[in-house]
């Protein structure tokens, strides 16, 4: 039983030792990356395949969480006579919390999956040796990019996420609900602050780098076979899945006590 | 390429040893791949390494170019170690190879000329695309793929695909080229193609070679020295000749292609009932 514990203990430490290694060589790799202009192409080309391509599912996630949102607290909110303020209540839970979430989990599934099964048959296909044989960095040339467009454009995704949900709520609110416009629009307006915004943006880096960190790794780490790339992209999106989680919980925990120290606090529905 | 293990042949790293192997061990967990070897690769000779699958010779020759560090043991390149670089420092050293690996490893989300330009882009700054359209050409001409620049590898035949990875292993103009296992998966004249391509880059690049392979006719073809591994341990070394009439019994085992005694009886063994196994009526009541 012992040596049992022992051995899964170390295989542990062994893991997270590659995993921090992998990490520390990534960012070193990126920031070369930035500094050879040679290499844009290869970024723009991940921007393109991760980024853009990402929008419409984005968007959908984005306005199905606004409408979600809007069924579930239109009756309560008319219960207390407060069903003007819809726009205050979507706002500030779509920028500040659902959005950012939502819009990575889905980015975890889309771009974690498709990065980890692509760099998986790269390595069982030995091309990631290849790449190694022509005295090439696999992680300058394979993983820098991937994880640099990931990196500056999850925050964008997030801002799309943002914007279809306020409309997706503006859509069960005032097209369904019959609440006034106007009211809708300006409740949004005054609840969601540049600092809300701001919170989703700075959500969107960490969440962006942590999936294409956590999917390359698990591609490059990943097992022969059809099984072993299967195994490696169901690992990725469980850890990076738990990984978003995780950062949103502890950028909740610091962005609070910044706010609670820099201003007063500010009531929901006040 | 010469080893220490066969009495005939002694490790000279000091006459022509571009490559250099000591007491190279290698085990993954508890199994052990390759155990002590030592060899010497000579410069601009063939060196073909034959052994049962399994019995690590893509290990051996993954370790020559060091994408594969050692357990323990040391590998030189041109009397300097390489066992032990960083791997920017590896990848200086590595533009000097060209690797042909088992499956031909080409980028499947790059055309032909790409993959071909690939290394030449990681290494050079192009100015004139003129003359990189030059190289392309003149690299698939050598393996007779000339007009196939704009195929996906998607696109290309198994022996189609090894001849673009054999032109891309040598868009560098590397001193060593490395195949593994060049002719698997091929028909014979498929094969042959690919045997004769060797032997002319040789001739015509002046390179050293080393090929991983259990082919006999490819290895008797193309090799000025062949060395046997046998788990994990080289077991023979010599030219051709010197191996077809080697006296150790898995020598000829491997090279006449015949099934030993031991797995003769367990082949013949397989298919009959044991009287200790139990029948479906044994459960019925």
Redesign the interface.
């Known amino acids: 039983m012992i040596g049992i514990v022992a051995t899964k203990t170390i295989s542990g430490l062994g893991n997270s030792g590659r995993f921090a290694r992998f990490v520390w060589q990534t960012i070193t790799a990126s920031a070369w990356s930035c500094s050879k202009s040679?290499t844009y192409p290869l970024i723009w080309t991940q921007m393109l395949i991760i980024g853009v391509r990402s929008v419409p599912v984005i968007l959908i996630t984005g306005a199905f969480v606004g409408m979600t949102l809007a069924i579930q607290v239109y009756d309560q909110l008319r219960s207390m006579g407060l069903e003007e303020r819809m726009g205050q209540l979507v706002g500030v839970s779509v920028v500040k919390e659902l959005g950012p979430v939502l819009a990575a989990v889905m980015l975890a599934g889309r771009i974690g999956g498709a990065l980890t099964a692509e760099l998986g048959t790269?390595n069982v296909?030995?091309?990631i040796?290849?790449v190694?044989?022509?005295?090439?960095?696999p992680i300058r040339?394979l993983v820098a990019p991937r994880v640099l467009a990931c990196l500056l454009l999850t925050p964008f995704l997030i801002i799309y996420a943002d914007l279809m949900g306020i409309v997706g709520g503006y859509f069960i609110s005032v097209v369904l609900k019959g609440i006034n416009s106007q009211a809708y629009w300006s409740f949004s307006a005054s609840a969601v602050e540049l600092w809300d915004i701001s919170i989703g943006i700075i959500k969107g880096f960490f969440f962006g780098s942590a999936i294409a960190v956590i999917s390359c790794y698990n591609g490059f780490t990943c097992r022969e076979g059809a099984h072993g790339v299967g195994q490696a992209c169901t690992e990725a999106f469980v850890a990076s899945f738990i990984s978003i989680l995780a950062i949103n919980f502890a950028l909740a925990v610091v962005f609070n006590a910044i706010y609670s120290t820099f201003w007063p606090l500010r009531s929901l529905v006040g | 390429m010469k080893q220490n293990n066969d009495n005939k042949t002694n490790i000279d790293s000091d006459t022509n040893g571009i490559l250099v192997v000591k007491n190279l061990t290698k085990h993954f967990d508890d199994n052990i791949v390759l155990d002590n070897i030592s060899l010497t690769i000579e410069k601009g000779k063939t060196t073909v390494v034959i052994g049962p699958s399994g019995c690590g010779k893509t290990v051996l020759i993954k370790h020559l170019i060091v994408l594969l560090r050692p357990s323990s043991g040391e590998v030189y390149f041109k009397n300097r170690r390489i066992d032990n670089l960083s791997e920017n420092e590896l990848n200086k050293i590595r533009i000097h190879y060209g690797f042909l690996f088992q499956g031909g490893a080409l980028f499947d989300s790059l055309s032909v000329a790409e993959n071909i330009l690939f290394p030449v882009r990681q290494h050079y700054k192009i100015t004139d695309w003129e003359e990189v359209e030059e190289i392309i050409k003149t690299k698939l001409a050598m393996v007779g793929l000339d007009g196939f620049q704009n195929y996906y590898p998607a696109n290309l035949s198994g022996g189609q695909q090894k001849r673009v990875a054999l032109a891309r292993a040598i868009a560098l103009d590397p001193e060593v080229i490395l195949y593994d296992e060049p002719t698997t998966g091929l028909d014979p004249i498929r094969a042959d193609i690919i045997n004769e391509l060797i032997l002319k880059l040789r001739r015509e690049l002046g390179v050293t070679v080393v090929v991983v392979t259990h082919d006999m006719t490819s290895a008797y073809k193309i090799a000025d020295r062949i060395i046997m591994l046998h788990n994990g341990k080289i077991i023979a070394g010599g030219d051709a000749e010197h191996i077809r009439n080697h006296p150790h019994p898995t020598v000829q085992q491997f090279i006449n292609g015949q099934v030993s005694d031991d797995d003769l009886t367990i082949l013949r063994m397989s298919g009959t009932i044991s009287k200790a196994q139990f029948l479906p009526r044994d459960f019925e009541k």
Not at chain 1, 132 to 137: A, E, F, H, L, V
């Open positions: 040679r790269m296909t030995e091309q040796d290849a190694r044989s022509m005295g090439t960095n040339y």
